[in-house]
């Protein structure tokens, strides 16, 4: 029986970045494929937010290239990246509190009323934000967020988490990245990001995981991606190494070639 490789959906070589003498990318190699979830874990200062934020358009690299479906592109702004399918939900959770769930979904991409009233007059359809804001929450499983009208400061870290989650999900149409999304959660909120992750991937969209909490990486992830000094050093599946291994690989006790694990 022959496998087949699922289909590259972002890609990158040999990407540099540097903050002075900071060499925060040293040359690191990333590629996600289709339909899977994959985690990328590394000690403090590794450059796990440095390679998310090239990824996903907020800093530009110095060196190295990005292939989204196997085309060279060039990402200026998080903006750029979000036009090409990859949605962000970055460390410092971007909602905005005082709005409500459905204008917090729709906020940048804001819906208009149709004909003069939204052309000319620029008066925004909320009545259509508010549906599709809960369609695609009760999609995500967060029914208890019933009222969609509900401002974003009244609801708890969990819940706010989900709502930019939900954004994400509802735009990602290529890729997802969440940087670190359960770290300010307890662990019944935590259980609930793991679940719209694993909705995420049912919908046939690939997440890209930042995160130190290894039980959930084991939990979720497909492979990981270890990187360290600033590099890639295993890209592995899940289900070929214990967490013992991964550690040691990250913090450097054991080195990948002592394991077999590919780069
Ligand atoms: N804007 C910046 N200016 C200067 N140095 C930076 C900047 N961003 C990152 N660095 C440096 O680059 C290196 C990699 O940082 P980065 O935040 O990418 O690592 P990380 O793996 O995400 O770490 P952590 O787990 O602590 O968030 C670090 O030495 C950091 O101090």
Do not use: W
Not at 176 to 195: C, F, M, N, Q, Y
């Amino acid at each position: 029986m022959t496998t087949t490789t699922p289909e590259l959906v972002l890609e990158a070589r040999g990407l540099v970045k540097r903050y002075g003498h900071v060499v925060a990318l040293d040359e690191t190699d990333f590629e996600i494929r289709q339909g899977e979830v994959l985690a990328v874990i590394g000690d403090n200062g590794a450059g796990k937010s440095s390679l998310v934020q090239c990824l996903a358009g907020a800093v530009q690299p110095d060196e190295g290239e990005l292939l989204i479906g196997g085309q060279q592109v060039t990402l200026k702004s998080p903006v750029e990246a979000r036009h090409r399918g990859i949605e962000t939900v970055f460390q410092s959770l971007a909602v905005s509190p005082a709005l409500d769930i459905a204008s917090n979904i729709f906020l940048g991409r804001e819906l208009r009323m149709p004909g003069i009233a939204g052309t000319v007059f620029r008066r925004l359809d909320k009545k259509r934000m508010r549906e599709e804001s809960l369609a695609v929450m009760s999609q995500l499983g967060l029914q208890t967020l019933q009222n969609i009208g509900q401002s974003v400061e009244s609801l708890s870290g969990g819940q706010r988490q989900g709502v930019a989650v939900a954004r994400a999900a509802a735009f990602g149409s290529k890729v997802v990245i969440l940087d670190e999304p359960t770290a300010a959660l307890g662990v019944k909120e935590s259980g609930r990001v793991v679940k719209l992750i694993q909705d995420i991937k049912a919908r046939g969209i690939p997440v890209i995981l930042i995160s130190h909490n290894m039980p959930q990486i084991f939990e979720v992830a497909d492979r990981i991606h270890i990187q360290r000094l600033g590099k890639r050093v295993a890209l592995v599946d899940t289900a070929d190494i214990d967490m013992a291994d991964a550690v040691a690989v990250m913090v450097g006790a054991k080195t990948p070639a002592e394991l077999g694990l590919a780069r």
